[in-house]
């Protein structure tokens, strides 16, 4: 990684972030936050105002402004990239938005086999205004490092096939178990686009990628490890070479944890429900843990988040590596300088 970008690339590598994920020692926990920038940051919604959600993914200043606005605020040991799982799917035309309040929308539905050809393969122009962000991001980050993220392909087909955010994903299950190779064709495309998606992220200077398989939680083991383990292990395998630390996350995945695991990450994410040193015994020794805050917690006072926030780091302990963070993303509504102590606290936390 150093002799392909330069020197600022190895500072970059001995950031706490990375030795944690590779599961070196580090002098204090690193810790970022998903959903760090959005609508939570002022700032935010001062650049956003009057901007598509998509179009604001599509534009260079922009995309590198809100990736830098979190890291400015609180001082973050990460920067996430800031897009969408589904700017992918837009870059190659697929017809969708990101309504404000309800998440992606889909206009036409995935129902057969016919909409398979619209799933082509995404080529670096279709994202030329994004890995161009990233580029200009890794010059303004500095020792910071820039996490790159895809949407797995369960997550995405879930939105491609309910046509929008859904409880109960009974579509999606549909298609699984009433058209077991449609679906297949339809979850490896969708890994390729992921894969292709991370691997332009980190050629443009990303020092680690995130999966997000958000969405993953609402299936049974069985059927995840026939269904969609494949398929996830393909879009972390189109990176395994690139010598980047690979996060893979979902949300409610307690019973998923160990297969999440073996799909090839380095870093598993866990939610708040289950504790972290639960969550080492299910996904064993080799592999770094991410999270767990409850995000609601950030709504308790003050000394009730550091109690909190104590026993996830005292948990986290169990793990070869810890990457604080929140169980999930950061909700709207939550006080920026809430944020600001915990980072504080968590940097601040003197492990014996
Ligand atoms: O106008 C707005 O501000 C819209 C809100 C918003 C934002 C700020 C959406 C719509 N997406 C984003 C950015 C975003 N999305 C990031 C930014 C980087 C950061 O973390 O700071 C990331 C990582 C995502 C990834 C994403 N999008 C996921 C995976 C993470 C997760 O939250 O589980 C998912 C599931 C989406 C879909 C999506 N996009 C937006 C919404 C509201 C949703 C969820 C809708 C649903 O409930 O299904």
């Not at 993220?149 to 178990?177: C, I, N």
């Not at 979902?250 to 019973?255: A, D, P």
Request: charge should be negative; proline fraction near 6%.
């Amino acid at each position: 990684m150093a002799e392909r970008i330069g020197s600022v690339t190895s500072d970059v590598s001995r950031s706490d972030f990375l030795r944690a994920c590779r599961g070196e020692a580090t002098d204090r926990v690193p810790v970022w936050f998903m959903r760090q920038a959005g609508r939570s940051l002022p700032e935010y919604r001062a650049v956003r105002e009057g901007v598509a959600m998509l179009d604001s993914c599509f534009r260079t200043d922009l995309v590198v402004e809100i990736t830098m606005q979190p890291v400015r605020r609180y001082g973050v040991d990460a920067a996430i990239f800031f897009s969408d799982i589904v700017v992918p799917l837009k870059a190659i035309g697929v017809d969708l938005d990101i309504v404000p309040g309800t998440g992606p929308v889909v206009a036409e539905p995935f129902r057969d086999r016919a909409q398979l050809d619209a799933l082509r393969g995404l080529e670096p122009d279709d994202v030329a205004p994004i890995t161009a962000a990233a580029s200009a991001l890794v010059g303004e980050l500095g020792d910071t490092p820039l996490i790159g993220f895809a949407g797995a392909p369960f997550t995405l087909a879930s939105y491609l096939v309910e046509g929008g955010p859904s409880r109960d994903h009974r579509r999606t299950k549909q298609l699984m178990r009433s058209d077991p190779d449609l679906w297949h064709e339809l979850a490896g495309r969708l890994a390729r686009i992921a894969g292709d998606f991370l691997r332009l992220q980190v050629e443009a200077g990303a020092s680690a990628v995130q999966l997000f398989d958000s969405w993953a939680g609402t299936l049974s083991l069985a059927d995840y490890q026939e269904l969609v383990a494949p398929h996830s292990r393909a879009v972390l395998e189109a990176v395994a070479d690139l010598d980047v630390p690979r996060i893979h996350f979902g949300v409610g995945t307690g019973e998923l944890l160990g297969a999440m695991g073996d799909v090839g990450a380095d870093v598993v994410g866990v939610d708040w429900r289950v504790p972290l040193d639960d969550a080492v015994q299910r996904i064993g020794p080799d592999r770094s843990v991410q999270g767990n805050l409850d995000p609601t917690t950030l709504f308790a006072p003050a000394d009730v988040v550091e109690r909190q926030a104590a026993r996830v780091i005292e948990a986290g302990r169990a793990a070869r590596g810890h990457v604080f963070n929140l169980g999930h993303g950061v909700l709207p509504e939550t006080d920026p300088d809430a944020l600001a102590r915990l980072v504080d606290f968590v940097h601040g936390y003197e492990r014996d």
